[in-house]
């Protein structure tokens, strides 16, 4: 790689600004739609990709990419309902913001820290794409197996008021995300005798049910969604507050710097994707955070740990694509399709035979995030006027609306009355504090979680303790072990000190 | 001093042990690469359950809580709209077959409005309207979805020379 290489790359991507605009337009809409998800928009637009010159391919497909990823958070801080899994976690604190009044710092939050987030880690990889690539290699099935515990673990502490009732709605939604048929013989389990849930548990319905849905009927006791003063707050924005979310964001700078990292790093794993980047980074800002009591409540870092990381993502999903020819996710094995189809073979030799294109692909991003912030940043006073709706209106669009959404992604009507019955369930939880997003972890994980342990235990003739038989895999146990025993003796010390 | 309504915690952990009950049954004769992920989350799952059962009967025999649901169900004025809402959701998928997207939501929007105390038509109308079209306009023009089609989505195909 020199530097002739990027500067001309940087100069190329920047003379497609007419289709990274466009693109991260189409990107922020399909973002902010439960329902809508980056690979299908990408499917279906896959004529056009596959019809122009692969650099103008290559810009729109990662450009709508990103802009996707940032995206999920508005509807999350807004409304309470994440646009994708990878949102999930923002609406920890985004939405106790917008109910304070703050919504439209809390979308420049979200927008500063997913794209400067992206940037940095974007800029990271481009530096240290040879090194990244062979870090996927050293995870195995065994270790996966811990870093999806890792997930679990995070049910817990996210859940802290109540530990019990966190685990036991986290291994619901694992043992739910175990629906369908098994990975080696393809026999049914637990689908109560729906062809349809032969597949699996889909996200989409999932998410929408136990977000939007139970949303919208617990937001039907309030007029708005916004308290009284946070009302008043939110008529009178003006563009000083999208400055002071600018501030709030320089302050905490170094947070979106290494929460964004996790996401990178997350996201070279094949598989692990945004969802649990983002809740990894949540839980490790919440507990390295000296004031981890106020997380929920409404803080900046609940906004930045979540945002910075599922765009960290979007730069670690694509080492494995372009160094091994793994996709790390969905939407890189649709751009893989496409470029694969433009005549790139994907693997080591690519940097060497294809050099341009190779980090082409990482200028495309760096260039699309910049594009971005430009474009959304004034968006976000206008948008924040949405807390106004009165709920009266509100709550009936998104119930029915959100259900259409749920039969975007596989076409069924089954999965509309599946996300109206994950409605019911999160309403429940939702009343009784088991916390629906531990619920949509578990469903998340459910089938990652599943593959890898029925993968290690075969490796070891049915033997558990090969789950133990890696040094890499037992520093994960004892980090693991650590995440979980840590806030509670910092609790405890907390009580200690604060008993006279 | 007001004893806690625990009864309403009882229901995901039944719900949940329900749900592994039913899982273990439907596993109990497959292969063990079949069972093992279920088996493992399911017990610890059981075990869990059992742990906040015996939690709740604590409290409950020392008169902390309640077997009483009672914020499942409040704010009461508000239980007929959650339970009407629910129902017209049902309703709107169960009549999409016939009524297609758009007339479907159109309905199930006017008639949602009207459960929400809206009582003036016009907006109803307009916003009816809008959801509706909206809905047309992205999955049935823009994006040609596997949406039922009903007498509206076939009336504007017939106009457009498409039937």
């Known amino acids: ?63 709508l990419y990103c802009a996707n990823h940032l995206s999920g958070g508005i509807p999350a801080i807004l409304v309470k309902i994440p646009g994708s899994g990878g949102a999930a976690a923002t609406t920890l604190d985004g939405y106790p913001m917008t109910q304070k009044g703050q919504a439209q710092q809390a979308l ?61 709605a986290g291994l619901f939604g694992l043992l739910i995300g175990v629906i369908g048929t098994d990975n080696i013989y393809n026999t049914p389990r637990a689908t109560f005798g729906f062809l349809e849930l032969y597949d699996g548990v889909p996200l989409v319905p999932a998410l929408i049910g136990l977000f939007a849905i139970s949303e919208a009927l ?59 980047a983002a809740f990894v980074a949540y839980q490790q800002s919440q507990m390295w955070s000296k004031h981890p009591e106020l997380y929920g409540t409404g803080i900046p870092e609940g906004v930045i740990a979540p945002e910075a990381a599922n765009n960290g993502v979007t730069s670690g999903t694509l080492v494995p694509m372009m160094a091994l020819g793994v996709p790390g996710g969905s939407t890189a094995a649709v751009m893989m399709i496409v470029l694969q189809y433009h005549g790139m073979i994907m693997g080591p030799r690519l940097f060497t035979t294809n050099p341009g294109l190779a980090y082409g692909v990482f200028v495309s991003m760096a260039v699309a995030y910049i594009f971005m912030i430009f474009t959304i940043l004034p968006l976000a006073r206008y948008m924040a006027r949405i807390v106004l709706i009165e709920t009266t209106y509100l709550a009936p669009i998104i ?49 990652l979680f599943e593959g890898y342990l029925v993968r290690s235990l075969r490796l070891s003739e049915g033997d558990p303790m090969v789950l133990f038989s890696s040094t890499l895999g037992n520093i994960l146990w004892a980090l693991l072990v650590l995440s979980l025993v840590l806030p509670v003796v910092r609790a405890s010390i907390i009580r200690k000190k604060a008993t006279p | 001093l007001q004893k806690a309504p625990l009864g309403a915690d009882l229901v995901i952990p039944l719900l949940a042990l329900g749900f592994a009950a039913y899982f273990f049954f439907s ?132 106009l457009l020379g498409r039937a």
Request: charged fraction near 10%; charge should be positive; include cysteine.
């Open chain 1, 218 to 276: 617990v937001m039907l006791e309030e007029k708005m969604i916004v308290s009284k003063e946070g009302r008043e707050r939110a008529m009178q924005t003006q563009w000083a507050d999208t400055l002071e979310g600018l501030r709030m964001s320089l302050q905490k700078w170094w947070h979106i710097v290494w929460t964004s990292f996790i996401g990178l790093f997350i996201g070279i794993v094949p598989g692990a994707g945004a969802s649990i």
């Open chain 1, 1 to 63: 790689m020199t530097w002739q290489l990027l500067a001309d790359q940087f100069a190329t991507q920047f003379g497609l600004w007419w289709i990274i605009i466009p693109a991260i337009l189409l990107g922020i809409i399909v973002g902010i739609l439960p329902g809508f998800s980056p690979q299908n928009t990408l499917i279906m637009l896959l004529p056009l990709t596959l019809a122009v010159p692969v650099e103008q391919a290559l810009a729109f497909m990662i450009a």
């Open chain 1, 108 to 168: 420049v939050l979200c927008f500063t820290a997913s794209v400067f987030g992206g940037l940095i880690t974007t800029l990271a990889t481009i530096a240290l794409l040879p090194w990244l690539s062979k870090l996927g290699l050293y995870l195995r099935s065994v270790e996966m197996v811990v870093v999806m515990l890792f997930g679990l673990t995070l049910i817990a502490v996210i859940a802290a008021k109540d530990t019990i009732k966190g685990l036991i």
């Open chain 2, 27 to 158: 596993i109990r004769e497959l292969a063990w690469e079949a069972k093992a992920n279920g088996v493992i989350i399911g017990t610890l799952l059981v075990l869990l359950v059992f742990v906040q059962l015996v939690r709740i009967a604590v409290a409950v025999m020392k008169g902390r809580g309640s077997l009483r649901t009672d914020p499942l169900w409040q704010p009461r004025e508000v239980l007929g709209k959650r339970i009407g809402m629910v129902l017209i959701a049902i309703a709107f998928i169960a009549t999409l077959k016939w009524l297609g997207l758009t007339l479907g939501l159109l309905l199930g929007m006017a008639s949602s409005l009207w459960l929400m105390g809206v009582r003036k038509p016009v907006r109803i109308a307009l916003i009816s309207l809008g959801v509706a079209a909206s809905a047309y306009l992205l999955f049935i023009a823009a994006l040609d979805s596997a949406f039922p089609h009903g007498p509206i989505e076939n009336a504007v195909a017939h």
């Open chain 1, 399 to 447: 119930i029915l609306v959100t259900t259409v959404a749920a039969f975007a992604e596989r076409q069924y009507l089954f999965d509309m009355g599946l996300a109206l019955v994950f409605g019911v369930i999160g309403y429940v939880a939702h009343k009784t504090s088991y916390h629906v997003t531990a619920i949509l972890i578990g469903v998340i994980l459910g089938p």
